[in-house]
């Protein structure tokens, strides 16, 4: 077999395979389409939209439904949503890089940096570590305090204070309580060791950095009228649009707006383990200790 017939061989074996794979690709895409849409329909949702990547590719960006119900605006990848809890997940990597720099550490007491940081039990507001807010165990019953913040004009400092007053429902560290108070607390930490507000770091040290340009702390940097996805909520059998309710006073919980094609970066980051761009913005090291159960939480009889 001559060199040029071989190199022809290779070159048609090649395609073929590409051209089955670019087959396989367009049969999945398009059961995703199907599967997709039909979750719209059985889950109420006017719209969503996906991001999937494999390694270092997006191999789906894509939206679906609608911005806002009886509207024809389409959801697309750069359709901006209230992220809301996803938010949390930028503060524990905001404290853990703040701990890759010796500015903090895991198990430093909250009132080394909030010395006004006040519990109910004298003896938890003492010991309360940086590590017991990330991991939900303050004592507090999920959603304790939350209408201290939920529509109020309180301040980020004033609803923690307020806190003080919760009565807890569990011993310290003893079960899983899930707070948004107090990653407000591990959010004003940051700012406390940083010099710059939650916000600042946020915007300067994570979505700057990963070029998310359509992402923000706060529904005033929205375009309410641009490519935003209303809020929505169900009345008997309707689902109505409704108004956004700012949330900049518990902003480290949850304040934060993006879309799909923004978040893929954030997740990316993720599986790069803190490297991004020969950067690392966040050391494998504290990545893994966020990533590590801290809580445990037993298997309800229910969950079988």
């Known amino acids: 077999m001559n060199l040029l017939l071989k190199h022809t061989l290779i070159l048609v074996i090649a395609l073929s395979a590409s051209l089955k794979l670019s ?43 609608i911005k806002e119900t009886g509207k024809n605006g389409r959801i697309d990848e750069n359709t901006s949503f209230a992220v809301a809890s996803n938010t949390k997940s930028f503060t524990a990597t905001a404290i853990a890089m703040l701990v890759d720099e ?32 990330l991991s939900h165990r303050s004592g507090l019953e999920t959603f304790s305090g939350d209408l201290i913040w939920y529509g109020s004009t309180y301040s980020r400092d004033e609803i923690i204070k307020r806190a003080a007053y919760l009565k807890p429902n569990y011993g310290f560290r003893a079960n899983f309580g899930y707070s948004n108070i107090m990653y407000l ?39 309410l009228k641009g490519n935003t996805a209303i809020p929505h909520n169900d009345v008997e059998e309707d689902i109505i649009a409704i108004n956004y309710l700012n949330w900049d006073n518990i902003g480290p919980a949850g304040s934060i707006n993006s879309s799909a094609a923004d978040m893929i970066k954030w997740i990316q980051l993720q599986l790069k383990k803190g490297k991004w761009d020969d950067q690392t913005l966040v050391s494998e090291k504290s990545l893994r200790e966020l990533w590590s159960p801290q809580t445990i939480q037993r298997v309800s009889a229910n969950s079988e």
Do not use: C
């Open 23 to 65: 087959a396989q690709q367009r049969q999945v895409t398009e059961d995703l389409d199907k599967y997709f849409s039909e979750a719209l329909a059985k889950w109420k949702v006017p719209g969503m939209a996906i991001a999937i990547t494999l390694d270092d590719s997006v191999v789906l960006l894509k939206g679906y439904g």
């Open 102 to 133: 010796g500015k903090i550490h895991w198990d430093d007491k909250v009132t080394d940096y909030l010395p006004w940081f006040k519990l109910y039990d004298p003896y938890v507001t003492a010991n309360m570590t940086i590590r017991d807010l």
């Open 185 to 223: 607390a591990a959010g004003q930490i940051v700012a406390a060791a940083s010099g710059m507000s939650w916000d600042e770091f946020i915007d300067q040290r994570i979505l700057k950095p990963l070029g998310m340009k359509q992402t923000s702390t706060s529904i005033t940097k929205l375009d």
